[in-house]
């Protein structure tokens, strides 16, 4: 470690782990506990007794919506459900076999060249795009759907909450009345979870007094790799690989004797049961047992048993969310966008939160290369 390191210890923790790097009241989450709260409030609660709008709200404002605050919310997420014709244009051009959180990214930086307002970051205007954009990512994640196998875009049902409204434009049918309520949970538990690492890089570039929607670009690139929120579609394509109960022990045994992580497991805060994966535990089964076809459900129990015995790790949110959309007959690829399609919300209010009370965020690092090293003309070299 460096005279530097040693001034400012902190600065040495590997990845910032357990390293407070600001306040937010937005949400918290206590790891050894297994606790998630949004503004205060017990995830457990908003699971079972709230809705994905009155969560936004409350992400946003710092309080739940009076039933008129969420008539309005809802009014105003419904007219934000259209997106430019071009950006549709610009859906339909990229490569068919593109990765659509790499489209969604893509697609938020064009939307911002067609809003004017887009470099006012006023309290005002920051939470007039953040509704929006919440009303936008269900249509353009839909859209990319339907493209990328060869279908129209489907256009939005102007009364629909953001679920139903997901789920309809996605499959051109309007799901069933279980299904839009358990894909509500599913956004609802997805909406925030404090300084992830796609919210503290929206949180970095909002420092910058970048636009909202540069932030939440930054975002989604970060939420795209496998560590973050790819990891969804990843514990997917692992249990097909995987293909039957008998499997799953041989498998999990070989890779991690092979030191090849499982995705779905551990956490970089939670060292006991992530809450989020308790409701999707229930989910995937309840999915499986109305399909008639609990096969997914049954193996990630049991990966969930290997993985316990054999590395003492728990499975985090995106673990069963994977058997859960997949029951919902929604594609692999889309799975990282939806986390988008909720994350939203919370990037949006850590965004205001930051520009609330704004200091760049420009950290030291731990300088351990040369110094002194003397300049040699190209042709000497
Ligand atoms: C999320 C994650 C990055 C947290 O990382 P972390 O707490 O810093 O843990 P580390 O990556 O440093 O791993 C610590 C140890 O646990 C092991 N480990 C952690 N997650 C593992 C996993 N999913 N599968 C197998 N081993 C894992 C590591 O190999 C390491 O073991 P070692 O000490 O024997 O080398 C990590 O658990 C992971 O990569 N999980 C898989 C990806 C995933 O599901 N991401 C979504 C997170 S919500």
Known sequence: MTEKAKETPTAAATGLRGVVVGSSTVSDVVGDKGELIYQGYNIHDLAKDSTFEEVAFLLWNKRLPTQAELDELKKRLSDSYSVPGEVIDLLQRCPRDADPIDILRTAVSVLESYDPTARDISMENSRKISVKLTGQFATLVAAIGRVRNGKEPVAPLPNANVATNFLYMLKGELPSEHDAKLFDTCLILHADH??????FTARVVAGTLASVYASVVAAIGALSGPLHGGANT??????????DVENVEGYVKKALAEKRKMMGFGHAVYKTEDPRATHLRRFSKEMGERAGDTKWYEMSRKVEEVMMREKGLYPNVDFFSASTYYMMGIPLALYTPIFAVSRIT?????ILEQYADNKLIRPRADYVGPRNVPYVPIEQR
């Open 194 to 199: 404090e300084l992830n690492a796609s919210t």
């Open 234 to 243: 990843n514990v997917m394509k692992t249990l097909l690989d995987i293909g």
């Open 346 to 350: 919370g990037w949006t209010a850590h």
